[in-house]
């Protein structure tokens, strides 16, 4: 059973630009998180989504950063216009259908890096 | 609101010889708690967990940790580090509400093994 997939692993951008991050839950997995964890700073919550639902938005930015988990293919996070500020690791985790619902399982995340 | 506590941001232990490192929590009631390993450049690991029940949690890799209720405190333990244990530990809590929210980590623990 594949991991949860995150690409790419690293991403530069220049200041204005967009940047789309791409999460592969698990097999078997409907629910998706995103984390952003800046340089010497633990994971801080950004959206909880389920397939075609956000369920918990409380940690994204108000602007320029959106969330979407489609009915097929992968969970997208989305930064529009970044800035320096945005640089950092964005990881997603998944969690399964019923079960063991609780507990999260991470990909290897997406290292963003503003110019 | 709940918040995770690392009280140490570097600990270094020799080779072979024990290990504890520390999380203390502030929530309501008891929370959902884990520990993560994160290895440079790498996603976060999944070491260990506590719902409920038993208290001293078996995790992979060696590792232990206890839930003291009286305490807060989910304290992460090895009795013989190895080289390869060297990596960043997080802490985290999640809501037993509905396991549907993001978790909450604390800022990590450096781990530094000595020959």
């Known amino acids: 059973n594949a991991g949860v997939m995150q690409n790419p692993r690293h991403l530069v951008r220049r200041r204005g630009q967009e940047a789309r991050l791409r999460c592969s839950p698990m097999k078997g997995h409907s629910h998706v998180y995103w984390y952003r964890q800046l340089p010497e700073e633990g994971l801080k919550f950004m959206v909880y989504?389920?397939?075609?639902?956000?369920?918990?938005e409380s940690g994204m930015p108000k602007e320029r950063f959106s969330a979407e988990f489609p009915k097929e293919g992968p969970s997208i996070l989305r930064i529009q216009q970044v800035v320096r500020g945005d640089s950092a690791a964005y990881f997603c985790?998944?969690?399964?259908?019923?079960?063991?619902?609780?507990?999260?399982?991470f990909g290897p995340g997406t290292r963003l890096l503003v110019l | 609101a709940q918040s995770v506590t690392q009280p140490d941001i570097h600990i270094t232990v020799s080779e072979g010889a024990s290990l504890e490192l520390r999380c203390n929590y502030s929530?309501?009631?008891?929370?959902?708690l884990f520990w993560y390993v994160q290895s440079p450049g790498q996603g976060l690991q999944l070491l260990l967990k506590y719902f409920s029940g038993d208290t001293l949690v078996q995790g992979i890799k060696g590792f232990e940790a206890e839930f003291k209720r009286s305490q807060s405190s989910f304290n992460l333990r090895k009795p013989s580090v190895h080289w390869s244990d060297a990596a960043e530990y997080f802490c985290a809590v999640g809501d037993p509400g509905g396991g549907a929210d993001g978790l909450t980590f604390g800022k990590g623990t450096h781990l530094i093994i000595q020959p």
């Open positions: 989504l389920q397939k075609e639902n956000i369920i918990d």
């Open positions: 929530y309501g009631a008891t929370p959902y």
């Open positions: 985790a998944s969690s399964p259908v019923g079960g063991d619902v609780e507990t999260q399982y």
